[in-house]
């Protein structure tokens, strides 16, 4: 087949130029360029940290990017498989596999329940003031493909894959490819290592998902979850005190903080009473939790007309 203007164009070999011993070395190619960036295949710049993403072929040189490519994902996982073969399965995308059944897919299948499992028992047990819906709507979020696509381009899994020339070719990945191979790597771990290995990696690695679905898709109604909480756990109920009040009467706000019994914690600003006590309780819970607070003392109050 002739080649393309656009292969010709960077191909020392398709005009004259200077001899063998001066010529000028090639451009790398996308194989050679793959980094660490959110999806991207064929980077401009290789990254210092990168490992090439290599295609199906059987040469040498490709079966050691792939040992590189497992002593570098166990490094990212920091755990060392007892059966490396699970891991490479878990990495090798069907376009770069022998067979569908030699890629990643019955590993993500399996993935994909267990992490379900352990997010559904992280939040059961450490959140136990929320709903069933809260549960659900918070899970469903943590484990959805934008997070966990997220996750493992954090962590690097992408500069791991295993792939076939067509995706090494391609400018970017299917979104789907990160996110599924993040599920497979945790199947794997998961039968290598156990259930506990699995849990304590993805209490660590999805720290911030869960905290960012916590915040956004949790129960609104944050002083009803604080007298529960307060009432089991500390036998005491809340009590929102004002603190200031700013602005003119149209217009006012308000500065209120919780108080359990004889513990203080950060208040907040609302529009109105009722607002402000919401993210007071928010502000509480978030102590409580041993988390940053969601509303701070210091936001800007409505401007005084």
């Known amino acids: 087949m002739p080649a393309s203007p656009e292969d010709t164009a960077d191909d020392p070999s398709s005009s004259a130029g200077p001899s063998p011993d001066t010529a000028t ?20 710049k290789p990254h210092a940290d990168s490992i090439r ?16 490519k497992l002593q570098r994902c166990q490094e990212i996982l920091d755990y060392r498989f007892k059966t490396p073969s699970l891991l490479l399965s878990a990495l090798t995308h069907a376009s770069g596999a022998a067979n569908r059944l030699a890629s990643n897919e019955r590993l993500e299948f399996l993935g994909d329940a267990v992490l379900g499992l352990t997010v559904c028992r992280w939040l059961f047990e450490d959140y136990p003031e929320y709903t069933e819906g809260d549960l659900t709507k918070i899970k469903s979020a943590v484990v959805s493909r934008r997070a966990c696509g997220r996750t493992a381009c954090k962590l690097g899994l992408d500069e791991c894959l295993i792939v076939g020339r067509g995706v090494t070719r391609n400018r970017s990945y299917p979104r789907s490819l990160v996110s599924d191979v993040f599920e497979s790597v945790i199947a794997a771990l998961y039968l290598d290592g156990g259930a506990d290995v699995v849990c304590d990696r993805l209490k660590l690695w999805l720290a911030d998902e869960v905290k960012l679905a916590v915040d956004t898709q949790g129960s609104g109604n944050h002083k009803s979850v604080l007298q529960q909480y307060a009432q089991r756990e500390l036998s005491a109920t809340p009590v929102y005190r004002l603190i200031r009040e700013s602005g003119p009467d149209h217009r006012k706000a308000f500065l209120i903080g919780a108080v359990i019994g004889e513990q203080e914690f950060p208040p907040a600003w609302g529009n109105n009473k009722k607002d402000a006590e919401q993210r007071a309780a928010a502000n509480a819970l978030a102590t409580l939790h041993e988390q940053p607070i969601p509303h701070s003392s210091e936001e800007q109050e409505p401007a005084s007309t």
């Open 25 to 44: 070395p090639s451009p790398p190619s996308n194989s050679d360029l793959a980094g660490p960036g959110q999806f991207i295949a064929d980077q401009r």
């Open 53 to 68: 993403l290599i295609d199906s072929t059987s040469n040498e040189a490709n079966h050691i990017d792939a040992d590189a």
